[in-house]
């Protein structure tokens, strides 16, 4: 059996499946329900600085895309940080923490800009017996217009200054989140560890609108009338976050700085990604929200599994391994050739792959032979792109299969040899040496 | 065949109304098939791969581009989903409920081949229709006039579809009808819990709804009318007769109460005010293999006979009734025997009693008798052994049904036909609809080359 435990900076859980700082981490009811389900850990809800908490509105706070059998493919939401007060939330963390030692137990914090305010919280925070704490830079709605959250984190001189002012005044751990809503996420990251963050976290949500009521004639869903923009997360963010977080793995200026991965982690195989591109520990929140806690089971039996079959004793013989093979477009292979193949046997008749080749690709496969309908691709024109693998509703009937030896058909060139833009005759770079 | 009826004394036959309580009647004559709602319909439209130059749209006898109404109705636009459909097949909504899916459109479905599980296009084409006339729109209206009049006779699906094409196209009709209303089997022959709260009524009213479509009901071509001066008083005539007679067992079975044809009885079901009223025996036989068949039986069944069998000559594979339908008969508790012949009908005091059948063989694909025979009791006998052509005016003729060319064209010039009357049909709705539409597209040619010429 798989070994699932982790120690993420220090911080130790039962595994590396932990609840992000959201809605299911928002108070002790929750978070020991999620304990007893068996997550590895959570991040508590967003906590503000003392005083009267914020409002959140009492209209619709989420909106979904939904496929048409109703599985949510993405969630927006409004919500601000927790809306409790200060007291209570320390307070019950620390009664958790006592119950469950055990789990990890991170507490996700936003105060204003100013030293004295992180000065104020940490020792607090320190008292409750917590293992550590999430600077959330990337909350983008609500709290950036305050100077917060975004604000903070689309600034990378602000976050390695919070940064450092956290690591002067706690000695718990720091993790920095970073928020997405920026163009190249590796300067946020490179901030966060000047400033001596112990771990990166993402991605938070990214900005988002929903859609438009046309009868109304106003964003969808409204408050009254009118709406904002919220943040999107769920299965559609994935691919963005699983590419920042491969980016900051790879970049070498952040390598080996400690990464918890969220953004659409449903299935075990999910999270397995997110741990093969760099993750010591990944973080749930809309899969929990729409399926409820259970979806452990499915999380840690679905890895250990995998592990098992692999012969991954423990989660650090895999965290990273896929990083070294993510690279750049001009690192990439241009004598590499594939033709998509179609298996007769498995084949439907759809056309789908014909019609999408021939309207928008190369006109590579066929619609006919001796008259009847009969789809097969013309290794003269198939570059090889994907596109009708992707369209084919069949699950393994076209796959793309590397030429191993003898010439590409379209082009003429031998295959099996190796050039980069960096050597092709084609780069005028290269032409001008 | 011997015409003599076997003396057997059985008791009194027992034929009643009112054997169910009148709610479970209400119940069985219902819709068979519930429509599917939003969220259903969403989920089942979403399975369609909107295939390319797609086989469902080859399958369809009328061609709706089936793919498209699909994607309309999973992007939220089912009344631009029904004028798609209605466009191709101005009975789509009928056809929806009628048509043998399982044979056509859903058999040629890609997801078939992937799954065993076609897309359920014959409830979505519903989900469609009926929003469309829930809506009570009409889109449709009469074609810039053309100043031509068109007979059409007939007004069953064939008839009402080229009567519509014709005046979207901007001809006159006038649409002669020997009956009292109009719709043809829609109305007097489809399965009840096909087609409950008088839909075929609905859907007719709708079609006439284009304007430029005078009916003349109760005027029957040949009693009231004659060809010839609808030929002298009309720039076309469209003959859309379907079959008006019914083939006789031979055995004598005019002289006898108790044995009736299968589509009298039905059109008497359909045309009740409430089933309660028609009477069914408590033992049922019915003698034939389509859809006629499997009909009366399970109808027969709903209405509360205790035990009803559907006798056939052949094996189950020859029977016209699809695979599905024998399976609806069976599902209703009929008993389907195969590979038996009717020989003779037992009668007591001028009523039938039962029925003696031959086993029956296939050698070199022809039928043969063994000799044995088999006796079943029985309170009432159905005849469902095929409609037969008749009552047709003096033009050429194929096995009986009128003879066409492609575009349906009779011998007789000026003269079109379709629907069941017609040689090498399908004898199905769908198919009667096209040949309306093909001859309407036809007449429309044939006239303004008149013109020009
Ligand atoms: C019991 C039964 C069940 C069926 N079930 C199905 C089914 O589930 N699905 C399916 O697809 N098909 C079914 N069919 C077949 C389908 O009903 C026919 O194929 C279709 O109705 C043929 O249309 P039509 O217009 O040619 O003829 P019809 O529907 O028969 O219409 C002919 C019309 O012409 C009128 N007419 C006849 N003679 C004259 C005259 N001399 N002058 C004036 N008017 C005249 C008739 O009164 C009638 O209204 C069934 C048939 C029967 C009998
Ligand atoms: C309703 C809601 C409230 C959230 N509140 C917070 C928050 O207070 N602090 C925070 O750091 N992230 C917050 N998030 C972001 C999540 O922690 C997480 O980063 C994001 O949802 C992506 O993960 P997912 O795709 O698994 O949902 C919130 C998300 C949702 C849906
Ligand atoms: S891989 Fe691309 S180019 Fe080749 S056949 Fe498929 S769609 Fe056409």
Redesign the pocket.
Same mark, same amino acid.
């Given at each position: 059996m798989a070994d699932l435990s982790v120690s993420f900076c220090g911080v130790k859980a039962p595994n590396p499946f932990w609840l992000?700082?959201?809605?299911p981490t928002d108070k002790a009811y929750n978070v020991e329900r999620a304990f007893r389900a068996g997550w590895g850990g959570v991040?508590w809800?967003?906590l503000g600085e003392d005083g009267p908490p914020i409002v959140n509105v009492s209209g619709p706070?989420?909106g979904a895309w939904h496929g048409p059998d109703r599985r949510v493919l993405g969630?927006n939401?409004i919500?601000?940080?927790?809306d409790r007060p200060l007291e209570i939330n320390l307070r019950e963390i620390a009664q958790v923490k006592r119950d469950w030692p055990d789990r990890a137990m991170i507490v996700?914090l936003?105060v204003p800009c100013v030293e004295e305010a992180w000065k104020a919280i940490l020792p607090r925070v320190e008292a409750t017996g917590a293992d550590g704490i999430?600077l959330?830079f990337?909350?983008p709605h609500g709290m950036s217009e305050r100077g917060m959250g975004a604000a903070v984190g689309q600034v990378p001189d602000y976050i390695e200054m919070v940064t450092r002012w956290c690591k002067a005044h706690t000695r718990m751990p720091v993790f920095v989140?970073l928020t997405p809503n920026i163009t190249d996420i590796r300067f946020p990251a490179r901030a966060a560890r000047q400033g001596g963050a112990d771990a990166v976290?993402?991605?938070?949500?990214i900005t988002s609108v929903m859609g438009v009521d046309l009868d109304a004639m106003a964003p969808w869903p409204p408050i009254d009338g009118q709406a904002s923009h919220g943040?999107y997360?769920?299965?559609s #963010?994935?691919p963005i !976050?699983l590419n920042m977080v491969g980016q900051i793995a790879r970049d070498p200026q952040t390598h080996g700085l400690p990464i918890s991965g969220?953004?659409?982690?449903?299935t075990w195989r999910d999270a397995a990604e997110f741990m093969a591109l760099g993750c010591g520990t990944v973080? #749930?929140?809309?899969? !929990?929200?729409v399926y409820g806690f259970k979806i452990i089971d499915e999380l840690t039996s679905g890895l250990s599994a995998w592990m098992d079959e692999k012969g991954y004793a423990s989660v650090s013989d895999f965290v990273g391994r896929a990083v070294p093979r993510f690279t750049e477009w001009q690192h990439l292979n241009l004598d590499y050739v594939a033709k998509a193949r179609i298996d007769q046997d498995l084949c439907i008749q759809c056309g789908r792959c014909h019609i999408a080749c021939e309207d928008t690709s190369h006109q590579a496969i066929t619609r006919e032979k001796d008259g009847k309908r009969h789809f097969e691709v013309i290794d003269a024109e198939c570059v090889g792109c994907n596109l009708c693998t992707i369209v084919c509703p069949v699950e393994d009937c076209i796959t793309l299969v590397p030429l191993t030896e003898g010439v590409d058909p379209r082009t003429g060139t031998p295959v099996g040899g190796r050039r980069t833009w960096m050597e092709h005759p084609n780069n005028p770079s290269v032409a001008a040496e | 065949m011997s015409q003599d009826h076997v003396a057997i004394v059985f008791a009194e036959p027992d034929i009643a109304a009112r054997r169910l309580p009148s709610a479970t009647l209400e119940a069985n004559f219902g819709d068979i098939h519930p429509p599917l709602d939003r969220h259903e319909a969403r989920v089942a439209a979403d399975r369609c791969l909107f295939c390319w130059d797609a086989p469902c749209v080859t399958a369809c006898p009328t061609g709706i581009d089936i793919p498209l109404f699909i994607r309309q109705i999973a992007a939220g636009n089912p009344l631009v989903a029904a004028k798609t459909i209605l466009d191709a097949n101005i009975m789509g909504g009928m056809c929806a409920r009628v048509c043998p899916t399982e044979t056509l459109c859903e058999q040629a479905c890609v997801r078939e081949a992937a799954e065993g599980a076609p897309v359920k296009i014959g409830l979505l084409q519903r989900h469609a229709t009926d929003a469309l006339m829930e809506s009570g729109r009409q889109p449709y209206r009469q074609g810039t006039p053309t100043g031509r009049n068109v007979a059409v006779v007939g007004a069953g699906p064939a008839g009402l579809s080229c009567a519509h094409k014709l005046a979207t196209l901007g001809h006159e009709v006038t649409l002669y009808e020997a009956r009292e209303k109009p719709a043809g089997l829609n109305e007097y022959g489809i399965a009840a819990y096909k087609t409950p709260n008088d839909f075929a009524a609905r859907e007719a009213e709708f079609i006439l709804g284009v304007g430029g479509i005078a009916l003349k009901t109760g005027v029957a071509l040949g009693r009231d009318i004659t060809l010839e001066t609808l030929r002298t008083e009309h720039d076309a005539v469209f003959l859309a007769l379907g079959l008006s007679a019914v083939n006789a067992l031979g055995l004598g079975e005019e002289a006898l109460d108790g044995v009736e044809d299968a589509v009298a009885f039905i059109a008497r079901l359909r045309q009740a005010k409430d089933p309660g009223e028609i009477a069914i025996g408590r033992r049922v036989v019915v003698i034939g293999g389509g859809m006629t068949a499997i009909d009366m039986a399970t109808q027969a069944r709903r209405l509360g006979a205790e035990d009803v069998t559907i006798v056939y000559r052949r094996g189950p594979e020859s029977m016209a009734a699809s695979r599905y339908e024998q399976e609806l008969a069976q599902t209703n508790g009929v008993l389907i025997r195969h590979w038996l012949k009717p020989k003779a009908l037992v009668a007591a005091g001028g009523r039938v009693t039962g029925v003696t059948f031959e086993y029956t063989q296939a050698q070199d694909g022809r039928l043969t008798g063994t000799g044995e025979t088999l006796n079943l009791p029985c309170d009432q006998a159905f005849k469902a052994i095929g409609q037969a052509p008749g009552g047709f005016p003096a033009l050429a003729l194929e096995g009986g049904r009128i003879r066409v060319d492609a575009e349906r064209r009779t011998s007789l010039a000026g003269v079109w036909a379709g629907g069941d009357c017609i040689a090498g049909g399908q004898d199905l709705t769908v198919a009667a609809v096209e040949d309306g539409k093909q001859a309407a597209l036809s007449i429309d040619r044939a006239l303004a080359a008149r013109a020009t010429a």
């Open positions: 992000a700082s959201a809605p991040v809800k967003t706070r989420y969630l939401n919500e601000l940080i927790t996700s936003m999430e959330n990337g909350c989140k976290t993402l991605i938070n949500t943040g997360c769920g299965p #963010v994935k !976050a969220i953004g659409g982690i449903t973080q #749930v929140c809309t899969a !929990a929200m | -």
